[in-house]
């Protein structure tokens, strides 16, 4: 028997349209790309979007078709999310930081028709343009008056392409489980994938999200999580939903740039991946800055450490929330929040538990197998392959033929980790990551983490590399905060309380930085690559 309500189909612009009824002077402040602040509310943001949706069906684009933004977190950004989307085509995020090949084999992947485009950006396309095989249009987001010369073929300032579009457009119903995003996996090795969200799965994700969360409706939001990379976690639809006003640093991702707009905005919340804060905190350390007004801060995409808890923590008294999630499930998998036991732990019992990666949003289900496909009990102890399932959870890659996920639904995430009894996640490792030395294994992650708590070194990468004896070692690339050198007994000794002594890394090799990818993980490909022979040929 079915039930009998209204059959709902949902479409992401109703965001916007309940954004621009209930919060309509709301602002939403961007750092544009001369440095200036632009400011709008969620009336405008709305009004635009519509005026895009229409331009783009009197441009004779059509539900299903995909285009393209390469473009940073502003006003603008935040209206292709509703006008692409909301009149039925499908918001492709591009990666300005792609590898040339990647860039083109994701856009003739996708089959883009259209690419929105950024100023500083345009050089790329003109790079690659002979090679893209789909793309009609650029749309370049400036005024008329900004458009420069280019060797793009049929440019248009955004400006000028939206402005006869109709204010009081009208956004179409769209079929049960219609296509509304598509962001590409940055993989390490072989071509991206790419993950089709739905605007049921956007909308889902986005309810879920907010509440596991917290977020109130006059929590003052910094995205500093890009738009391009999974959605920015949800907060473009999350934001408008509750009635956030949202701050985004466009180019501006630097500690100076990110202070000021926090300071000035009075910004409570902030979500962004670790590089980003760790650049935040070093400009306040090194000017003698409080982050005053900042009550939340969201950490995840890779592992929060210890030394970045406790520096939030001690110095600012912001509350980490540390969360876990991937492309392949929008992103958001779990949050770790406060909880009243915590209030009366002492400050390394707290800690313990905050820098685990924290306990399932509703809707997301958890589990750990062996590598037999065996379910492993959820003790704290076992640790094996995390797989998951849930409404916002990929089903198969875009184009792909066969499904990702078992005949049960469940995803393998392709990350290790411990549940406990209290359903607290932990990850150890990424499975192509962790070490494995003699029969057992070391996480690479917790060997960087204890790392970066030396009160010298800025940044840790640990990768095992094959040994003639143990079949992997770890090796440890640092960089240091004053760039120079340290006693590498100095290091040893000081990880030698905190790790195991078999975790030791056989060999420290200074860096003056690491290779980050384009979303801000370590890249270890490369560098176990290059000193896979260095046990070897000892
Ligand atoms: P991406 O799809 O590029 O967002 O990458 C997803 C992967 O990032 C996950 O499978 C994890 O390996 C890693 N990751 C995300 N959040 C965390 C976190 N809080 N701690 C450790 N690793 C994380």
Redesign the pocket.
Known sequence: MKGDMQRWKPNVASIIEHAKELHPTTEIVSRMISGEIHRTNYDEVCVRARKLASALEKDGYKKGDVLATLALNTYRHLEMYFGISGMGAVTHTLNFRLHPEQAVYIINHAEDKIIFCELPFIPILEALKDQLKTVEKYVILCDESEMPESTLENTISYEEYIKDGDEDYKWPALEDDAACALCY??GTTGNPKGVLYSHKSNIYHATSAYAALTIDKDDCILMVVPMF??LAWGIPYFGPMTGNKLVMPGMGMEGDSLYELIDKEGVNSTFGVPTVWMQLLAYCRENNKVLDSVKNTI??????SLAMLKEFDEVHDVNVI???????MS?LGTTNLPTKEMETMNKDEKYAIQLK?GRPVFGVELKITDDNGNDLPSDGEAYGHLMVRGPWILQKYFKAENDAVDEEGWFD???ISSIDKEGYMT?VD?AKDVIKTGGEWISS?DLENAAVGHPEIAEACVVGVPHPKWDERPIMFVVTNSGDKLEKDNILDFLSSKVAKWWLPDEIIFLKELPHGA?G?LLKFDLREEYKNLLIDK
Do not use: C, F, Y
């Open positions: 996996t940055s990379h999974v950490i995840g995409g890779s592992a929060l540390h969360a876990w999630g991937m492309t392949e992103p990666q995430t392709g990350d990850i990424r992650i979303t993980k």
